[in-house]
Nanobody, 131 residues
Framework: QVQLVESGGDSVQAGGSLRLSCAVSGYRISRNWMAWFRQAPGKEREGVAAIYIETPNTNTYYGDSVKGRFTISRDNAKDTLYLQMNSLKPEDTATYYC??????????????????????WGQGTQVTVSS
């Protein structure tokens, strides 16, 4: 059974940083698609960052609003996915979700940040950025 458990959400001032973690069990991170999404009240769930690893290559994809500020990564030894968020802005305020695609799914990179491509979801962690 696939389980994704996010942590690390908090309230921070604009310009600050946070690192979100997603503990993964029952799922192989390598050679499978994983991603971070976010959803603000009254808005659609938005793709933030995605990662696909086929050693030695790591492919990452980012939404336009977070490029250059957010970094997605993973730690194999800990079965954990991360999202490092720097230079946070009030518009980054949202609930952040970890997601995983069905194993061995081939995903075109243009679909990497589309929520319908992901079948497994965590419960979310709240990030609030104040100005």
């Amino acid at each position: 059974q696939v389980q994704l458990v996010e942590s690390g959400g908090d309230s921070v001032q604009a310009g600050g940083s946070l690192r979100l973690s997603c503990a993964v069990s029952g799922y192989r991170i390598s050679r499978n698609w994983m991603a971070w999404f976010r959803q603000a009240p009254g808005k659609e769930r938005e793709g933030v960052a995605a990662i696909y690893i086929e050693t030695p290559n790591t492919n990452t994809y980012y939404g336009d609003s977070v490029k250059g500020r957010f970094t997605i990564s993973r730690d194999n030894a800990k079965d954990t996915l991360y999202l490092q968020m720097n230079s946070l802005k009030p518009e980054d305020t949202a609930t952040y979700y970890c997601a995983a695609a069905r194993e061995m799914t081939w995903l075109h990179p243009s679909r990497a940040l589309i929520k319908d491509e992901y079948q497994y979801w965590g419960q979310g962690t709240q990030v609030t950025v104040s100005s």
